[in-house]
Every structure is written in C-alpha cells, then in structure tokens.
C-alpha cells in the first residue's frame, strides 16, 4: 500500500523559511518524477516545484523562482521544498505528488488525473 506523508508547514512571519518533507512508501520511488503543489482556499491546486526522477534537473513556478529549492533523496525515499522569503501569498495547503516519468516542461504546472499518491497535504501560513 502506498503512503505518502508530507510535513514541515507551520506558521511563519514573513520573510521567513521553512522546509517541507514529503516521505513516501510502498513505492519505488525514483521510478518518478515528483512535484509540490499548493492550494489556497477558493483558487484552485497550482504546481509550484518539479523534480526529475534523479534530482537532476528541476522547474519552478515563476511565482517562487529564486526563493524555493525542490531536492529529493531516493534513498530516504524523501522529497524536499526549501521555501526562503515566504510572502503572504504563499499561504496554502501544500502536496506532494508523483507526475509520471518526467517533468513535461510546458505542463508539468497543470494539475493532471495522471497525477498519483498525493499525500494530505501540510498547511503553510505566512503573516505579514
């Protein structure tokens, strides 16, 4: 059975930073390309980060460029988001998710039915 948990939200001033951890299991995980997602209350989900199934390469929202890093280790079976500079608008509930066998560079933003193992999300909330 596979389970994916995500963690590291909480409540941060802004201009602050946390780290999201997204750990999965009952997968091969490096089988994947794997992404962030954001929600925030009445928008619909956004893709945020992208990462290639080895880490080598890696897409941003235009909204987050400079200020995220998305990074995994296939060998914790673990998925990153390093957030820096949080700003109120990144207040949501983030997800993690598999999105096949790479990152499609024109779509890999757009959330897809071919998307799998989302987690139940970690809540970030920013303050100015």
């Known amino acids: 059975q596979v389970q994916v948990v995500e963690s590291g939200g909480g409540l941060v001033q802004a201009g602050g930073s946390l780290r999201l951890s997204c750990t999965a299991s009952g997968l091969t995980f490096d089988d994947d390309a794997m992404g962030w997602f954001r929600q925030a209350p009445g928008k619909e989900r956004e893709g945020v980060s992208c990462?290639?199934?080895?880490?080598?390469?890696?897409y941003y929202a235009d909204s987050v460029k400079g200020r995220f890093t998305i990074s995994r280790d296939n060998a914790q079976n673990t998925l990153y988001l390093q957030m820096n500079s949080l700003k109120p608008e990144d207040t949501a509930m983030y997800y993690c998710a598999a999105v096949g066998a790479a990152c499609h560079p024109d779509s890999w933003s757009i959330v897809s039915q071919d998307y799998r193992y989302w987690g139940q999300g970690t809540q970030v909330t920013v303050s100015s």
């Open positions: 990462v290639s199934r080895s880490g080598g390469s890696a």
